[in-house]
């Protein structure tokens, strides 16, 4: 299993990122996938997660009608929409399936 994370960067505060996660290894169109983060100082956190078909999604309330998750089973690749983003959405960003974790990418929210 291998999970590739790209997309990260440095952004001002109200800027707009997309991440991508390309998937291999495993039947993709078959698992929940999610994406986590871990801020400066702090524990990994949950941040959004999608169902195989893309028909359910769920949120942390801290990036709630702000973060899209969405996927392309065709392409083996989840992605992370995010927009008006917040200096404290600054983190290194993790896509998710079960134990399989990637190694990340760095968002940075800064003017």
């Known amino acids: 299993v291998q999970l590739v994370e790209s997309g990260g960067g440095l952004v001002q505060p109200g800027g707009s990122l997309r991440l991508s996660c390309a998937a291999s290894?495993?039947?993709?169109?078959?698992?929940?996938m999610s994406w986590y983060r871990q801020r400066p100082g702090k524990e990994r956190e949950f941040v959004a997660l999608?169902?195989?078909?893309?028909?359910?999604?769920n949120y942390a309330d801290s990036v709630k009608g702000r973060f899209t998750i969405f996927r392309e089973n065709a392409k083996n690749t989840v992605y992370l929409q995010m927009n008006s983003l917040k200096i404290e959405d600054t983190a290194v960003y993790y896509c998710?399936?079960?134990?399989?974790w990637g190694q990340g990418t760095q968002v940075t929210v800064s003017s």
């Open positions: 998710n399936r079960l134990d399989n």
């Open positions: 999608i169902t195989p078909t893309g028909g359910n999604t």
């Open positions: 290894g495993f039947t993709f169109s078959s698992y929940d």
